[in-house]
């Protein structure tokens, strides 16, 4: 009887072994579907093979290793390598469970050439998306795929005015903890203008250097740098050797030709009573044309040192050959430069002082060679320099060059400014802009909401509470104040704009520029 209980439990043992065997064989079957599953999900949106152009399988480049081979119509999937159209990790809905998918090069079998090079002539692996670019969604960040600033960052340079990419950001919360703001764009005046560098610089078409055409020692300087004189005012004598010989050059060639007169008298009455020959009247007239010559030049060297007429006479009837040679002003103007001192030689053309007329001055302006194409003279130039703050100088623009200048690969062109104020000196730098048109009302922003991505001015505007789009917009130069850029096009009165922080949302697109852009789940 005692054999019977054993024999139960023994029995119930076997029956608890055999049921736990069995379970642990369908769970292992289970396990090893699912892993076989994963394994060829994962092998169907694996990662894409990268070569370089040099390694390419079709020896002379592909969509994958080069760029410019791409379908320009359909968005590239940066993080996985291949179309956006075909990125089933970002795009899980659209895949076609009825056509078989080549993992090795991130397109569908029948239009990879790299497998099948048959299917080149049909220009596989570049055909039509199945999905197209506008219904492509970023499930990431919840916007059009195309319009995804943080998946798309390429597309930044390419939009026109108005055009935009979009920024979603983790809440609304965030961005006013860290001092993002929003406002409406202000209505301004602006008035289109192009921006230059300026230098001022005398008016060169009045500036004289006052310099002896002969040798010398400076005897006197009658006047100092900064000091205004008047037309014919003495700026000082030069003691001049040379000058002398000249005066009496002058004095010797006025006595020939009053000898030769004389002699051609003489003859012409001798000629007269047949006492002498025709030749001898002749030469005399012959001789006197040649005294007048030697007189003219004399009394041209005299002038050209600054003598003028009556000096001359005077100097013809006092028949006295001095060496003071008197420097004397051509017009009136300042002394802007003297560079000697009593007593010191100076050579021919050596300039003693520099006379400067500063009724009117030259802007000096150097321009971007892609904006002087609609330039014109007489166009309004305004000036302003941190040197003499608070101060506007105006001018008209009278020249522009007709070459890029080799050195800074700028235009230059030149302003007149009349009348300017006394701060206004030579050397002074600042910015000046040219003014195209009348002004005009215009939006404006402040100039701190502009941030340039990839050389191209963007503003951000808030579309959600979370979601901020990277704006195109094209900048009107000549806004009311500084502190203010008028906007030309791009920006609607309406637009919830970033005033302040707006380089918080650059910096979150310049993440993606860095790879910090999808996530592969």
């Keep these: 009887?005692?054999?019977?209980?054993?024999?139960?439990?023994?029995?119930?043992?076997?029956?608890?072994?055999?049921?736990?065997?069995?379970?642990?064989?369908?769970?292992?079957?289970?396990?090893?579907?699912?892993?076989?599953?994963?394994?060829?999900?994962?092998?169907?949106?694996?990662?894409?093979?990268?070569?370089?152009?040099?390694?390419?399988?079709?020896?002379?480049?592909?969509?994958?290793?080069?760029?410019?081979?791409?379908?320009?119509?359909?968005?590239?999937?940066?993080?996985?390598?291949?179309?956006?159209?075909?990125?089933?990790?970002?795009?899980?809905?659209?895949?076609?469970?009825?056509?078989?998918?080549?993992?090795?090069?991130?397109?569908?079998?029948?239009?990879?050439?790299?497998?099948?090079?048959?299917?080149?002539?049909?220009?596989?692996?570049?055909a039509a998306p199945?999905?197209?670019?506008?219904?492509?969604?970023?499930?990431?960040?919840?916007?059009?795929?195309?319009?995804?600033?943080?998946?798309?960052?390429?597309?930044?340079?390419?939009?026109?005015?108005?055009?935009?990419?979009?920024?979603?950001?983790?809440?609304?919360?965030?961005?006013?903890?860290?001092?993002?703001?929003?406002?409406?764009p202000e209505t301004t005046t602006g008035q289109p203008a192009v921006e230059a560098y300026a230098t001022v610089d005398y008016n060169q078409n009045k500036v004289a250097k006052i310099t002896p055409l002969v040798e010398g020692i400076v005897q006197k300087i009658a006047v100092v740098p900064?000091?205004?004189?008047?037309?014919?005012?003495?700026?000082?004598?030069?003691?001049?050797?040379?000058?002398?010989?000249?005066k009496s050059r002058f004095l010797s060639a006025n006595a020939a030709k009053k000898l030769a007169g004389l002699q051609v008298i003489r003859e012409r009455k001798l000629a007269d009573k047949q006492i002498s020959a025709a030749a001898d009247l002749e030469a005399a007239e012959a001789a006197a044309e040649v005294a007048d010559v030697d007189l003219s030049t004399a009394r041209q060297r005299l002038l050209n040192l600054g003598l003028s007429e009556n000096e001359i006479n005077l100097l013809a009837s006092d028949g006295r050959p001095t060496s003071l040679l008197t420097l004397k002003a051509p017009f009136a103007g300042t002394i802007v430069d003297r560079d000697v001192s009593v007593g010191e030689r100076i050579e021919p053309g050596e300039a003693i002082f520099v006379l400067a007329d500063l009724s009117t001055m030259w802007l000096e302006l150097s321009i971007p060679a892609r904006d002087a194409a609609g330039l014109t003279p007489g166009m309004e130039v305004s000036a302003t320099f941190t040197d003499i703050p608070d101060t506007v100088i105006t001018g008209e623009l009278v020249w522009i060059a007709s070459a890029v200048d080799e050195k800074s690969r700028?235009?230059?062109?030149?302003?007149?400014?009349?009348?300017?104020?006394?701060?206004?000196?030579?050397?002074?730098?600042?910015?000046?802009?040219?003014?195209?048109?009348?002004?005009?009302?215009?939006?404006?922003?402040?100039?701190?909401?502009?941030?340039?991505?990839?050389?191209?001015?963007?503003?951000f505007v808030r579309k959600e509470p979370a979601l901020y789009a990277a704006t195109r917009v094209e900048i009107t130069h000549g806004a009311a104040s500084g502190e203010l850029t008028a906007i030309r096009s791009g920006l609607t009165p309406g637009d919830k704009i970033v005033s302040q922080g707006s380089y918080i949302l650059r910096s979150e697109f310049l993440k993606s520029l860095l790879g910090a852009g999808c996530v592969d789940d």
Excluded at 154 to 170: N, W
């Design 410 to 459: 700028r235009i230059q062109a030149r302003a007149l400014v009349i009348a300017p104020p006394a701060a206004l000196r030579k050397g002074l730098y600042g910015d000046a802009r040219i003014h195209l048109g009348k002004a005009s009302p215009t939006l404006a922003v402040p100039t701190g909401a502009i941030q340039t991505i990839d050389g191209v001015p963007f503003v």
């Design 1 to 126: 009887m005692k054999l019977i209980p054993k024999l139960s439990q023994a029995i119930g043992l076997g029956i608890l072994t055999f049921f736990f065997a069995a379970c642990n064989a369908e769970k292992n079957e289970t396990n090893t579907k699912s892993e076989s599953t994963e394994a060829s999900e994962k092998s169907s949106d694996g990662e894409i093979e990268v070569h370089a152009v040099a390694a390419c399988p079709t020896g002379e480049g592909c969509f994958i290793c080069d760029a410019s081979k791409r379908d320009a119509k359909r968005l590239w999937c940066k993080e996985h390598d291949r179309y956006e159209d075909r990125c089933f990790l970002c795009h899980p809905e659209i895949k076609d469970p009825k056509r078989l998918y080549c993992t090795e090069h991130g397109v569908y079998e029948d239009e990879c050439y790299l497998c099948h090079p048959e299917l080149k002539g049909d220009k596989a692996g570049v």
């Design 130 to 184: 199945s999905a197209p670019a506008n219904a492509l969604m970023c499930n990431e960040h919840g916007v059009l795929e195309k319009e995804c600033a943080i998946c798309q960052p390429q597309l930044a340079a390419s939009l026109k005015a108005g055009e935009s990419l979009k920024i979603r950001v983790a809440s609304a919360e965030s961005m006013e903890k860290v001092g993002v703001k929003v406002s409406n």
């Design 226 to 246: 900064g000091q205004k004189v008047a037309a014919g005012e003495i700026l000082g004598t030069v003691n001049s050797p040379d000058f002398a010989e000249m």
